[in-house]
């Protein structure tokens, strides 16, 4: 990837003497941005262009390139990209559109080219790539109209896209906030380089502190974990924003489990998380990320106080930051009192309201914020301010105080949440002080720059042979087979994980008499060898309260048109509490899963299921009840921990089944996992799949 990011010689064929056609842009902008190699214009119908000698073809060039540009019609790429490999070129960045993203003819050619490609030492950007930029070295090889207005300032944001108008958008919202750039990269319809090989070039450049990232779809996932731990372990910030979802289909069509992994999207978002980076839903949120790593990196401690001109302002801001678990301590009563000897019409506990009075006594901000500053109460202070301008003496006395705190290496950093005039954008940028417009802005920028760093990630293999033990069990059943509920809540009993006690019944009449030894109320279920699920076709009653309603239920479903002459009629007690879903599975695009969610009914809910990658921690596990919003009714409860503890035992149990199959379980998973309100856990339903396919990742 060197010839690509830091190329001595570029040619650009289709080259134009016009510096806003697109054969013409990265001529200009490489020349602007200066760009310190060999420029080779290459164009049979011209001797010079925008100052450069010009040449008729790349077999006519001086020097072997290390970089060749394509910006021609598509019919003309196929042979000129022939040409790049066969001279060896280090890399290629087309222009041209018109492949695999318009047409049947399109995708051909496109493939005709990956053909031209494949086992060459030559990497190719594109087709349809609006190209890349790496600013310290002054390499602008791309057409973005946006560079008219300006070249980018150096910095440390790497921008990587699939999209050009989304990379062309960040790029602008940088520039506007005077975030400077380390590289910038669209891969457009990804022959050869994709998006995480643009990721794991950007993770090796010394100059890259952060990373704004988004995509359609996130290939090889495994891949990309591997990747997301490199970067936290370099303290490398990522954010992400996925743009599209793809149904990778379902690879355990039986279960339940398979239509929720069947969603990319949905199962990325936990994947990211758990690697350390940070999912979010708008370009705007990226932006905000950055500018909050920029500014002040990853700050040690996090306590956070608001100086505000409004009461009102100053509570949204403060419930913004507490959904995110930023700490926003009390301050303390000297301090208090301090502030109050200062202003006396202030409300000084934080957030500290200093209500508008402040406009008439403007000169006590500054010394209000030298103290908050002082007290090694606070280590972020977020500012208020409903117009940020050059002139406003607020303003003023707060870029003031950060310069001076800078220039004594202090730990305290300035933030400013409000609208902010364009003349205050220097004052600001100068005193590395962070700005947002709104409070939700601050919440996802704090929530990224402050959270935890991810725990190092344990890779999940199978043994390739299942255990004698396991051999054993799977032999009773066929290949390709559903292990049923009862042995499998046998087998999980005989692990010693919580499993609900049961009966089975072979007719109506011995069902009523179980259910009587049992106790009212009790769950009546079909078991149908081969079948899944059983609510489905009828087959489960809920709340059965005599042995007349117990046997009138079971002849019911003894009658039903999927039942056979195995069937069997399985009771248990009633339970009360919240039901979730756990699973385990294993699939050639994700590798090796576990999935939290919502039980029962609510398991196709796929917006209240949560995925990691096993094998799982605790924090993993609290991070999931997390992003099923659970955590505040677990704690309400007070059985948190004792709940965490135990879906990681059941957790762990599952992986391990996992590895003793030797690859032929695909998939696990209890439903309902029943957790009562002293927080014990009963597993009430299980499930197996069983496969003869070898498909270990």
Same mark, same amino acid.
């Given at each position: 990837?060197?010839?690509?990011?830091?190329?001595?010689?570029?040619?650009?064929?289709?080259?134009?003497?016009?510096?806003?056609?697109?054969?013409?842009?990265?001529?200009?902008?490489?020349?602007?941005?200066?760009?310190?190699?060999?420029?080779?214009?290459?164009?049979?119908?011209?001797?010079?262009?925008?100052?450069?000698?010009?040449?008729?073809?790349?077999?006519?060039?001086?020097?072997?390139?290390?970089?060749?540009?394509?910006?021609?019609?598509? $019919?003309?790429?196929?042979?000129?990209?022939?040409?790049?490999?066969?001279?060896?070129?280090?890399?290629?960045?087309?222009?041209?559109?018109?492949?695999?993203?318009?047409?049947?003819?399109?995708?051909?050619?496109?493939?005709?080219?990956?053909?031209?490609?494949?086992?060459?030492?030559?990497?190719?950007?594109?087709?349809?790539?609006?190209?890349?930029?790496?600013?310290?070295?002054?390499?602008?090889?791309?057409?973005?109209?946006?560079?008219?207005?300006?070249?980018?300032?150096?910095?440390?944001?790497?921008?990587?896209?699939?999209?050009?108008?989304?990379?062309?958008?960040?790029?602008?919202?940088?520039?506007?906030?005077?975030?400077?750039?380390?590289?910038?990269?669209?891969?457009?319809?990804?022959?050869?380089?994709?998006?995480?090989?643009?990721?794991?070039?950007?993770?090796?450049?010394?100059?890259?502190?952060?990373?704004?990232?988004?995509?359609?779809?996130?290939?090889?996932?495994?891949?990309?974990?591997?990747?997301?731990?490199?970067?936290?372990?370099?303290?490398?910030?990522?954010?992400?924003?996925?743009?599209?979802?793809?149904?990778?289909?379902?690879?355990?069509?039986?279960?339940?489990?398979?239509?929720?992994?069947?969603?990319?999207?949905?199962?990325?978002?936990?994947?990211?998380?758990?690697?350390?980076?940070?999912?979010?839903?708008?370009?705007?949120?990226?932006?905000?990320?950055?500018?909050?790593?920029?500014?002040?990196?990853?700050?040690?401690?996090?306590?956070?106080?608001?100086?505000?001109?409004?009461?009102?302002?100053?509570?949204?801001?403060?419930?913004?930051?507490?959904?995110?678990?930023?700490?926003?301590?009390?301050?303390?009563?000297?301090?208090?009192?301090?502030?109050?000897?200062?202003?006396?019409?202030?409300?000084?506990?934080?957030?500290?309201?200093?209500?508008?009075?402040?406009?008439?006594?403007?000169?006590?901000?500054?010394?209000?914020?030298?103290?908050?500053?002082?007290?090694?109460?606070?280590?972020?202070?977020?500012?208020?301010?409903?117009?940020?301008?050059?002139?406003?003496?607020?303003?003023?006395?707060?870029?003031?105080?950060?310069?001076?705190?800078?220039? $004594?290496?202090?730990?305290?950093?300035?933030?400013?949440?409000?609208?902010?005039?364009?003349?205050?954008?220097?004052?600001?940028?100068?005193?590395?002080?962070?700005?947002?417009?709104?409070?939700?802005?601050?919440?996802?920028?704090?929530?990224?720059?402050?959270?935890?760093?991810?725990?190092?990630?344990?890779?999940?293999?199978?043994?390739?042979?299942?255990?004698?033990?396991?051999?054993?069990?799977?032999?009773?059943?066929?290949?390709?087979?559903?292990?049923?509920?009862?042995?499998?809540?046998?087998?999980?009993?005989?692990?010693?994980?919580?499993?609900?006690?049961?009966?089975?019944?072979?007719?109506?009449?011995?069902?009523?008499?179980?259910?009587? $030894?049992?106790?009212?109320?009790?769950?009546?279920?079909?078991?149908?060898?081969?079948?899944?699920?059983?609510?489905?076709?009828?087959?489960?009653?809920?709340?059965?309260?005599?042995?007349?309603?117990?046997?009138?239920?079971?002849?019911?479903?003894?009658?039903?048109?999927?039942?056979?002459?195995?069937?069997?009629?399985?009771?248990?007690?009633?339970?009360?509490?919240?039901?979730?879903?756990?699973?385990?599975?294993?699939?050639?695009?994700?590798?090796?899963?576990?999935?939290?969610?919502?039980?029962?009914?609510?398991? $196709?809910?796929?917006?209240?299921?949560?995925?990691?990658?096993?094998?799982?921690?605790?924090?993993?596990?609290?991070?999931?009840?997390?992003?099923?919003?659970?955590?505040?009714?677990?704690?309400?409860?007070?059985?948190?921990?004792?709940?965490?503890?135990?879906?990681?035992?059941?957790?762990?149990?599952?992986?391990?089944?996992?590895?003793?199959?030797?690859?032929?379980?695909?998939?696990?998973?209890?439903?309902?996992?029943?957790?009562?309100?002293?927080?014990?856990?009963?597993?009430?339903?299980?499930?197996?799949?069983?496969?003869?396919?070898?498909?270990?990742?």
């Amino acid at each position: 990837m060197n010839f690509l990011l830091y190329p001595d010689r570029i040619a650009v064929v289709g080259a134009s003497a016009e510096a806003k056609r697109i054969g013409g842009r990265p001529i200009d902008y490489l020349k602007k941005g200066g760009f310190k190699g060999e420029i080779y214009p290459v164009n049979p119908s011209r001797e010079s262009i925008q100052g450069f000698t010009c040449y008729p073809s790349l077999s006519a060039l001086p020097k072997r390139p290390d970089m060749v540009i394509i910006a021609l019609a598509r $019919e003309h790429v196929l042979a000129t990209l022939k040409e790049c490999v066969e001279m060896g070129v280090g890399s290629v960045v087309i222009f041209s559109a018109g492949f695999a993203e318009i047409d049947e003819e399109g995708k051909e050619l496109q493939h005709q080219m990956s053909l031209v490609v494949k086992g060459s030492n030559t990497r190719v950007l594109g087709p349809n790539a609006n190209g890349l930029m790496v600013p310290s070295v002054g390499l602008y090889a791309c057409f973005t109209p946006l560079l008219e207005r300006g070249i980018p300032s150096q910095g440390g944001v790497a921008i990587l896209t699939q999209s050009a108008a989304l990379g062309t958008y960040l790029l602008d919202k940088c520039r506007t906030r005077s975030i400077g750039i380390a590289c910038w990269m669209h891969t457009g319809n990804e022959l050869d380089v994709d998006l995480l090989d643009a990721l794991d070039s950007a993770i090796e450049m010394p100059s890259v502190t952060t990373i704004l990232l988004t995509s359609e779809v996130l290939r090889e996932p495994m891949r990309l974990q591997q990747l997301l731990m490199r970067a936290a372990s370099k303290n490398k910030l990522i954010a992400v924003l996925q743009v599209g979802h793809s149904n990778l289909g379902a690879m355990a069509a039986a279960s339940h489990t398979g239509a929720l992994v069947g969603s990319q999207s949905q199962v990325s978002r936990g994947l990211l998380q758990q690697g350390g980076a940070h999912h979010v839903s708008s370009l705007r949120q990226l932006v905000d990320i950055a500018e909050g790593h920029v500014r002040w990196g990853r700050p040690g401690r996090a306590r956070v106080s608001i100086l505000t001109t409004s009461g009102g302002i100053g509570i949204m801001v403060a419930d913004a930051l507490e959904s995110s678990g930023v700490v926003m301590p009390r301050l303390s009563d000297a301090l208090q009192l301090q502030l109050m000897n200062i202003a006396p019409f202030c409300h000084p506990a934080n957030p500290v309201d200093v209500t508008a009075q402040i406009i008439n006594e403007t000169d006590k901000f500054e010394a209000i914020l030298l103290t908050m500053a002082s007290s090694d109460e606070v280590d972020i202070i977020i500012t208020f301010l409903p117009l940020a301008t050059s002139h406003d003496p607020l303003t003023q006395q707060l870029c003031r105080v950060a310069t001076k705190l800078n220039l $004594e290496k202090s730990n305290i950093h300035f933030g400013v949440v409000g609208t902010i005039d364009e003349s205050a954008h220097d004052m600001l940028n100068q005193a590395q002080i962070g700005r947002w417009e709104e409070p939700d802005d601050l919440r996802i920028a704090l929530g990224a720059i402050t959270a935890k760093a991810p725990e190092p990630w344990a890779e999940f293999v199978v043994s390739k042979k299942p255990s004698i033990e396991m051999a054993n069990w799977i032999e009773k059943s066929q290949v390709d087979d559903l292990i049923g509920e009862s042995e499998s809540k046998q087998w999980l009993r005989d692990l010693g994980l919580p499993v609900i006690q049961d009966r089975i019944a072979g007719d109506a009449k011995q069902a009523g008499l179980f259910a009587s $030894e049992i106790g009212f109320p009790v769950a009546l279920k079909l078991q149908v060898p081969g079948v899944a699920h059983k609510a489905a076709m009828g087959g489960v009653q809920l709340n059965l309260q005599s042995q007349r309603e117990v046997q009138d239920a079971a002849q019911r479903m003894l009658d039903l048109p999927g039942a056979t002459t195995d069937s069997l009629l399985l009771i248990e007690p009633m339970l009360s509490g919240m039901e979730f879903f756990v699973g385990v599975t294993q699939s050639m695009e994700f590798g090796f899963l576990g999935l939290l969610g919502l039980g029962g009914v609510q398991v $196709e809910d796929k917006a209240r299921m949560s995925f990691r990658y096993l094998h799982l921690s605790k924090p993993d596990i609290n991070d999931m009840l997390n992003a099923l919003r659970l955590n505040e009714w677990l704690d309400d409860m007070c059985i948190q921990d004792t709940v965490v503890d135990q879906l990681n035992q059941i957790f762990k149990t599952l992986s391990q089944i996992l590895i003793d199959s030797g690859g032929r379980i695909t998939t696990i998973e209890l439903n309902p996992v029943m957790i009562n309100y002293q927080g014990q856990c009963t597993i009430v339903d299980a499930l197996f799949e069983i496969t003869s396919r070898d498909i270990q990742p």
